[in-house]
């Protein structure tokens, strides 16, 4: 493989960490990887081209603490599963202590992150 070129590093998700829309409370998706800047989003629903989300997830091993976040769909692309999309979001509005905890969780991803 090249040379990582994103601008921050992220960390692949583990196991199923749902992601929910804030505005409906409904399940839109779950978390593929995450950086202090965005997430790859495995979408089970359609999402709106360079729509503007209020998001929210729990981070892996952080005792239920949840993170909302304004996110904005950057692209989108079928996945081979009916149904599903992978979606590339960039995080708005992120509250310090939210960054804080994404910086931490992370940094501790040793070899997961990229």
């Not at 081209?49 to 981070?59: A, I």
């Amino acid at each position: 493989m090249g040379t990582e070129s994103r601008r921050m590093p992220r960390r692949t998700v583990t196991g199923l960490i749902e992601v929910i829309d804030v505005m409906t409370e409904e399940r839109i998706g779950h978390l593929g990887n995450l950086s202090v800047g965005g997430m790859l989003l495995i979408a089970g629903v359609p999402l709106v081209e360079d729509g503007l989300y209020q998001l929210r997830f729990s981070l892996p091993d952080s005792d239920g603490q949840s993170i909302e976040v304004g996110a904005h769909l950057l692209w989108r692309d079928d996945a081979s599963a009916p149904g599903q999309s992978w979606a590339g979001l960039r995080f708005l509005g992120l509250a310090p202590q939210a960054t804080r905890s994404l910086r931490e969780w992370v940094g501790r991803g040793g070899n997961d992150a990229h």
